[in-house]
């Protein structure tokens, strides 16, 4: 008989973990944080977690204090025995900073990664990195789920007739033409160039898009402001309709704004961040039945490659 299975959420994907436990067959665990009057806070089990499998459910988007709790739970998990400590971290912020592309910054997702197995964690769940390298960044077991096996489902649901898939940068590009072979469609991709972060200065089309109804496919929606600028150039160019595919939904700033204002059809995400802010333009799918799947077969010792539609 294997480790008892045990699942915790950090405050922050509480929802997420709720429905998630629910799809494993289970219940959460029980937690309690304490907090000084500075904001300093304290996580403690109000159960043995002694020789069980841990699973702690928790995005570590901004603020800080979201990693950091992740960060506590892990050691409090250490400290406290148990056999198994796995990080499912639907998504993992810092991403962005993968690499020095720039004199004198810092390399970001990895510190975080190193801090991750630093804390405790043995083994780590996440899904649609920024960028897939991140995985090697990390000394313990990573698997990287795509939120592919969520979308792809929906995208054939719509039956739209004459589509093709866009990506809205040359980075996403590989992501795109996954897409679209499995879609069996074209592929267009929106080539930008940046003043700074966040801010694009020109975008042109490579493809066309006359008469079809597009979908752009992205990893995560921050300001909006390059998914709702492709859209619109989309429209321009010819096309019927334009969807966008963007796993994170972190929608910071004025993005729920530019969405509305925007020639966007639908916006598709997942619940790995909770939604900020509701809107008829945004459709939310849950990623919780597929980490439940990826988490039992972890448990289990069963392959997960059949979880991967990309």
């Known amino acids: 008989m294997g480790p008892l299975v045990k699942i915790f959420a950090c405050r922050q994907s509480h929802d997420l973990a709720r429905k998630l436990a629910a799809a ?14 500075d904001g300093e806070f304290q996580p403690a089990f109000e159960e043995s977690i002694r020789g069980a499998r841990i699973f702690i459910i928790g995005s570590t988007h901004p603020p800080a204090e979201n990693l950091m709790e992740m960060l506590l739970m892990l050691d409090a998990s250490k400290r406290a025995s148990a056999r198994h400590i796995t990080a499912v971290i639907p998504y993992f912020s810092w991403a962005r900073q993968d690499r020095k592309d720039k004199p004198r910054v810092p390399i970001g997702a990895k510190m975080i990664a190193k801090l991750l197995e630093t804390a405790g964690a043995t083994r780590i769940i996440t899904m649609d990195l920024h960028a897939d390298q991140i995985q090697g960044f990390f000394e313990k077991p990573v698997d ?19 589509l093709t898939i866009a990506s809205p940068d040359m980075g996403g590009s590989k992501r795109a033409y996954s ?19 966040n801010q694009i200065s020109h975008m042109e089309l490579i493809g066309k898009v006359k008469n079809k109804n597009v979908i752009l496919v992205d990893d995560m929606v921050d300001t909006a402001n390059t998914l709702t600028k492709a859209a619109d150039l989309i429209i321009e160019k010819g096309a019927i309709s334009v969807r966008a595919i963007a796993t994170h939904a972190v929608l910071s700033g ?7 204002r925007s020639q966007l059809k639908e916006l598709i995400v997942t ?7 509701k809107h008829p333009k945004i459709k939310v799918l849950s990623c919780a039945k597929l980490m439940a799947e990826v988490m039992y077969n972890v448990h289990n010792n069963q392959s997960i490659s059949s979880k991967f539609i990309m």
Do not use: M, W
């Not at 679209?180 to 940046?194: M, N, P, Q, S, T």
């Not at 004025?254 to 509305?260: G, Y």
């Not at 619940?271 to 802010?277: F, G, N, Q």
């Open 24 to 37: 494993y067959g289970t219940s959460l665990g029980k937690i309690n944080f304490s907090k000084y009057s």
């Open 271 to 277: 619940d790995s961040i909770p939604l900020k802010e």
């Open 144 to 162: 990287h789920l795509y939120a592919s096996a969520i979308f792809l489902p929906y995208v054939q649901e719509l039956n739209l007739s004459n």
């Open 179 to 197: 897409y679209a072979k499995f879609l069996k469609c074209d592929v267009v991709i929106c080539y930008k160039e940046r003043s700074k972060a």
């Open 254 to 260: 004025n993005a729920v704004e530019n969405i509305s």
